[in-house]
């Protein structure tokens, strides 16, 4: 059972920066070896970095597979280079993205639809989780099954910024005086922009959907990001989980846009960091699994017990602890670990976990869209922020 990192990511996003435009340099270049499905018994995932748990063990006892999850960061333009320039599905038989990577890549043919009837969980998961417009694409079909959902805002370090569980405004990130040069920044347009645009938003300015904006709209955000950044308000920004973790933990900044992982890692390591609470709202996403076009017979029949797995209790109870994510069947989660006889304290931070997410996900804004209309002209207002 494995767990790996693809190597090489500064220079491919660099190669990436601006869009999802598939350039000649990378195609040119693919950065993993080609793998063939010849090894029984063994299921491929390209995966987010933060759905990989620590031990398979669980998943290896229960399905009899071995788990070979490769680790990606979070960011749509690279899913796209993978699935579509890389053929990717050549070589995995899952893949674990961000919710909305189906309205590019599922009627188009690069991700199959699920076949509800080869998941016995399936059932068991709520209609609402399925349904989620992050789940089935444009055509209306269901290409994704939910892993883990969030709420993602900021982290900060107690004793510096503000009191623990004080209902703190995205003002804090990117207009804040106090903090000039002591914030640090996710480098992805799907969650810095609009994160912006809802503080834009929760300040009056006529923003319809911060996951959807208009290209006028991206523009007053980008504008506004640009005139901040000038001002010396950002430090730096993060490229992958390891790095938002150092950058926080060593106090080179003293709030952090980042996940909520990163914050749990911390605290673990006994420092005063918490995740904020925010009075305009979150970025909501979902991330889901989906099966690769290529995947037939054998592979296919692997890659849905695989994902019927991730439905179930013992992912769920794991996630919830370690992460602080919301997962497909909550209650199955609960009831995984009061069986297994886990202690009070996890028992209680996965009671915990479930009414934090019902609180946070009742505000109105906003679902993270990979894939909104306007994504070139929000990717070219991202690129002019970040040349600025």
Same mark, same amino acid.
């Given at each position: 059972?494995?767990?790996?990192?693809?190597?090489?990511?500064?220079?491919?996003?660099?190669?990436?920066?601006?869009?999802?435009?598939?350039?000649?340099?990378?195609?040119?270049?693919?950065?993993?070896?080609?793998?063939?499905?010849?090894?029984?018994?063994?299921?491929?995932?390209?995966?987010?970095?933060?759905?990989?748990?620590?031990?398979?063990?669980?998943?290896?006892?229960?399905?009899?597979?071995?788990?070979?999850?490769?680790?990606?960061?979070?960011?749509? @333009? =690279?899913?796209?280079? *993978?699935?579509?320039?890389?053929?990717?599905?050549?070589?995995?038989?899952?893949?674990?993205?961000?919710?909305?990577?189906?309205?590019?890549? @599922?009627?188009?043919?690069?991700?199959?639809? =699920?076949?509800?009837?080869?998941?016995?969980?399936?059932?068991?998961?709520?209609?609402?989780?399925?349904?989620?417009?992050?789940?089935?694409?444009?055509?209306?079909?269901?290409?994704?099954?939910?892993?883990?959902?969030?709420?993602?805002? %900021?982290?900060?370090?107690?004793?510096?910024?503000?009191?623990?569980? *004080?209902?703190?405004?995205?003002?804090?990130?990117? *207009?804040?005086?106090?903090?000039?040069?002591?914030?640090?920044?996710?480098?992805?347009?799907?969650?810095?922009?609009?994160?912006?645009?809802?503080?834009?938003?929760?300040?009056?300015? &006529?923003?319809?959907?911060? !996951?959807?904006?208009?290209?006028?709209?991206? $523009?007053?955000?980008?504008?506004?990001?640009?005139?901040?950044?000038?001002?010396?308000? %950002?430090?730096?920004?993060?490229?992958?989980?390891?790095?938002?973790?150092?950058?926080?933990?060593?106090?080179?900044?003293?709030?952090?846009?980042?996940?909520? +992982?990163?914050?749990?890692?911390?605290?673990?390591?006994?420092?005063?960091?918490?995740?904020?609470?925010?009075?305009?709202?979150? !970025?909501?996403?979902?991330?889901?699994?989906?099966?690769?076009?290529?995947? *037939?017979?054998?592979?296919?029949?692997?890659?849905? &017990?695989?994902?019927?797995?991730?439905?179930?209790?013992?992912?769920?109870?794991?996630?919830?602890?370690?992460?602080?994510?919301?997962?497909?069947? +909550?209650?199955?989660?609960?009831?995984?670990?009061?069986?297994? @006889?886990?202690?009070?304290?996890?028992? @209680?931070?996965?009671?915990?976990?479930?009414?934090?997410?019902?609180? $946070?996900?009742?505000?109105?804004?906003?679902?993270?869209?990979?894939?909104?209309?306007?994504?070139?002209?929000?990717?070219?207002?991202? !690129?002019?922020?970040?040349?600025?």
């Amino acid at each position: 059972m494995t767990t790996s990192k693809i190597s090489s990511r500064l220079s491919r996003r660099s190669v990436l920066k601006g869009g999802v435009t598939l350039g000649a340099a990378a195609l040119a270049a693919p950065y993993y070896a080609r793998n063939a499905f010849a090894a029984s018994g063994k299921v491929r995932v390209l995966g987010v970095t933060t759905c990989a748990l620590p031990s398979w063990d669980g998943f290896a006892k229960d399905t009899g597979l071995e788990m070979d999850f490769v680790a990606i960061n979070s960011d749509p @333009g =690279l899913y796209v280079q *993978e699935v579509v320039a890389n053929e990717a599905g050549d070589d995995y038989d899952i893949f674990i993205f961000d919710g909305g990577i189906e309205d590019r890549l @599922g009627a188009s043919g690069h991700f199959q639809v =699920l076949d509800p009837s080869a998941m016995e969980l399936w059932g068991d998961v709520s209609a609402d989780v399925k349904s989620s417009p992050l789940l089935q694409g444009v055509d209306g079909a269901q290409y994704g099954a939910p892993i883990v959902f969030n709420a993602d805002s %900021f982290g900060y370090w107690v004793g510096d910024v503000a009191p623990a569980d *004080e209902e703190l405004s995205w003002g804090m990130v990117f *207009e804040n005086e106090k903090m000039l040069g002591k914030i640090s920044l996710e480098d992805t347009w799907l969650t810095t922009l609009p994160n912006a645009a809802l503080y834009l938003l929760g300040k009056g300015e &006529k923003i319809g959907d911060p !996951s959807n904006m208009t290209p006028e709209e991206a $523009k007053m955000v980008a504008d506004f990001l640009i005139e901040r950044k000038k001002a010396g308000q %950002f430090r730096a920004f993060w490229h992958s989980y390891e790095e938002s973790v150092d950058m926080l933990g060593n106090k080179e900044v003293l709030i952090e846009e980042c996940w909520e +992982p990163v914050v749990k890692q911390l605290q673990r390591d006994g420092k005063d960091v918490v995740y904020a609470n925010c009075k305009e709202g979150y !970025s909501k996403w979902m991330i889901g699994a989906y099966l690769p076009s290529q995947a *037939e017979g054998e592979r296919l029949e692997k890659a849905y &017990k695989a994902i019927d797995w991730f439905l179930g209790g013992d992912y769920g109870a794991q996630i919830a602890v370690n992460q602080g994510y919301a997962t497909a069947n +909550p209650t199955a989660s609960l009831k995984f670990a009061t069986d297994a @006889g886990w202690d009070a304290e996890k028992i @209680g931070a996965i009671k915990a976990n479930m009414a934090k997410v019902e609180r $946070k996900m009742a505000l109105p804004h906003y679902w993270q869209n990979s894939s909104p209309d306007n994504v070139e002209a929000i990717e070219a207002e991202w !690129s002019r922020f970040k040349q600025a």
